[in-house]
């Protein structure tokens, strides 16, 4: 079905249409062959064709059998329907000058869909004025519907997500399609293109489902879906390579000379050749496999042709219900060429079953796994993607993103990052990551350790990353405060992420100030650790360093009012004191290191002066030795005992 504004014309040969006609015409059918859906509206023309149009002189004509409808439309007048089918066609045609319906009306065409032709169907030319269209569809009038025009300006377009491939056999590919979108009645045209590029088909539909028949056996199709919503275009594509089994030959041509414009598979030169080969194997061949070259079930097509005289290299495909093992293939053709007028050499001359999962020979996707099974194939998709398609698998493969739909080994503290087939976890800045062979599982989580951690100045305690700062002060009190009114941003487990510094920086903003005020402490600090869900836990250090000890239910009682004022009404304090001079008295570490520098350059001094003194005695004992002359005279026992020894 297909529907077009008023005031407007529109064409649809092998693309997209819309069109309309305003009257009230009573309910007439007449059956051709296929069928397909139009919706009309006021003031507009329609033009369908389906594949046996031709172009002459700019007008559509038809071979053999047709149906031409004449629409114009104006607001109260419908002139003429018509539909015309050879052999058995029935015409009808509604009343000249039927009165008009009160409100805009709808004639609609309704069937099914078109078989296919390889031949690229030409577009006609559309005028303002009354058109002709050339059908060979089965053709219903149906009475009208009324249609409503919705503004663009407050649509929403709906969305073709993918194209699911539901069955591709030798001859047929079905097809449905994932949309979502409030607009209804949406009008998509399926467009089926040969592998190059040409329109061979076409169909529009109301539904979500199309299927193309009398396909060619191990051809590459394109089958597009597009709809026009809200005034854009939305289109999504796939390829499909009709099921068959696949054969390669090989032969030399001793009485045909090569000639440069063969290497040309769109020259004349080749294409005369090609003909001639076509025409020698089906003189030659037996009659069931001719019928299968005539009914499109086999076909021959050639892959190059090289120097030497002239070596042919061809291949056989066959739809798969083709019963004929690779032995009789294989001997037919060979027979049939040695019969033809072409001179083969028979020592250079083979046909054997290929391998399919070769590149160019099969249609699995890149993302998925090729497997030969004899003349034929099958694919699958690999790990790491999901199978859109799973009726025809292995062709439309798209990868999972497992840090979207949470099906990963990341730890809450690492990012995630989708790769192809694959992801990447990484644990976030500033968290220390105990297994970097396997990075991103298992990331150290501070405030887990903060949270069970009693003694976190303690020599062995790392949960702090400002553990020596920290515990430097006179005072350490570990706070969780529970904010029930605040929602959790996953963010919040990113130390580095824009959201927790925003968070943190509230906190020091609207706590620092307030409870400075409240204890009568300008040493008053914070120090973030971090923030987990439920609703929102905040998890800290309150530091203090002045001259007066603060007490833990003042400082409790002081931060449950300053919280509760300024960022949650509902929130719940919990504090517990450390001992600060833990750290103190196991590494003799301290953030002001002044007294420290002052004992040693004092031990240094006093180190100095004892030696100085040591120095001058030493001097003056030997020169009083050397000289016999002393200054005293030795008594009693200490003195005799200096006087003898020293």
């Known amino acids: 079905s297909t529907t077009a504004h008023p005031n407007s014309s529109a064409a649809m040969s092998a693309r997209v249409s819309a069109v309309t006609v305003a009257a009230a015409v009573p309910t007439v059918t007449t059956d051709v062959s296929h069928t397909m859906n139009i919706t009309a509206s006021p003031n507009s023309s329609v033009i369908l064709t389906s594949r046996s149009v031709s172009m002459v002189s700019g007008k559509p004509s038809v071979n053999n059998a047709s149906a031409a409808t004449t629409a114009t439309s104006a607001a109260t007048t419908m002139n003429a329907v018509a539909a015309t089918a050879s052999s058995n066609a029935t015409t009808v045609r509604p009343t000249e000058n039927e009165p008009a319906s009160p409100s ?12 296919n032709n390889l031949a690229p169907v030409p577009a006609p030319t559309t005028a303002n004025s009354t058109t002709t269209a050339t059908i060979t569809v089965t053709t219903t009038v149906t009475n009208p519907t009324t249609s409503t025009t919705t503004s663009s300006a407050t ?38 293109y040969n592998q190059d590029s040409q329109q061979t088909n076409l169909t529009v539909t109301t539904g979500t489902r199309a299927a193309f028949v009398d396909l060619l056996p191990c051809y590459l199709y394109t089958v597009s879906v597009q709809m026009s919503t809200c005034d854009t275009i939305q289109k999504q594509e796939v390829t499909a390579k009709t099921a068959c089994k696949i054969y390669n030959g090989k032969t030399k041509i001793l009485n045909r000379s090569y000639q440069p414009e063969m290497a040309d598979q769109s020259s004349k030169v080749f294409q005369d050749f090609y003909t001639e080969f076509v025409t020698q194997l089906k003189a030659n061949l037996i009659d069931t496999i001719t019928d299968y070259l005539k009914s499109g079930k086999m076909r021959v097509v050639i892959n190059s042709l090289q120097n030497g005289s002239v070596d042919v290299n061809f291949y056989i495909a066959a739809a798969l219900e083709v019963p004929l093992t690779l032995q009789e293939i294989s001997d037919s053709y060979i027979k049939a060429l040695n019969k033809s007028d072409l001179q083969i050499d ?19 996707s890149q993302n998925a796994l090729c497997t030969p099974i004899g003349a034929t194939y099958s694919c699958s998709c690999l790990p790491g993607f999901v199978d859109l398609s799973p009726n025809v698998p292995g062709r439309t ?5 497992e840090c979207s739909n949470g099906n990963n080994a990341c730890s809450i503290l690492a990012s995630c990052t989708n790769t192809i087939g694959s992801y990447s976890c990484k644990c976030f800045s500033g968290l220390n990551d105990p297994s970097p062979s396997n990075p991103g599982r298992n990331c150290s989580d501070p405030v887990a350790c903060f949270k069970a951690s009693n003694g976190l100045c303690a020599a062995n305690s790392s949960c702090l990353l400002s553990k020596n700062a920290i515990c430097a002060r006179k005072q350490a009190f570990k706070c969780t405060v529970k904010l029930a009114n605040m929602t959790f941003n996953i963010s919040y487990y990113d130390p580095s992420s824009q959201a927790t510094q925003d968070l943190s920086q509230h906190f020091l903003n609207e706590i620092v100030p307030l409870m400075r005020t409240k204890l009568n402490d300008d040493t008053y600090d914070i120090s973030i650790v971090g923030f987990r869900n439920g609703s929102v836990d905040s998890y800290f250090m309150s530091l203090l360093s002045g001259q007066n000890t603060v007490q833990l239910n003042v400082l409790q009682d002081a931060l449950t009012a300053a919280v509760r004022e300024r960022l949650d009404r509902g929130a719940t304090v919990t504090i517990e004191g450390i001992n600060t001079s833990a750290v103190t008295a196991a590494t003799g570490q301290d953030e002001n290191p002044a007294w420290r520098i002052a004992v040693i350059v004092l031990g240094v001094l006093f180190g100095a002066a004892l030696l100085i003194i040591l120095l001058i005695l030493l001097v003056v004992i030997f020169i009083k030795r050397r000289t016999k002359n002393y200054t005293f005279n030795p008594q009693g026992l200490m003195g005799n005992f200096s006087y003898q020894y020293i």
């Open 104 to 115: 805009s009306v709808s004639t609609a065409i309704t069937g099914t869909l078109f078989t």
């Open 155 to 192: 649509c929403t377009p709906n969305v073709i997500h993918y194209i699911i491939l539901e069955k591709v056999s030798s001859e047929a590919i079905q097809i449905s399609w994932v949309t979502s979108g409030s607009q209804n009645n949406i009008q998509y045209t399926v467009t089926l």
């Open 346 to 364: 028979l020592r250079v001359t083979e046909i054997a079953a290929t391998n399919s999962c070769a590149v160019g020979l099969n249609d699995c």
């Open 397 to 401: 493969c798209q990868d999972v993103d």
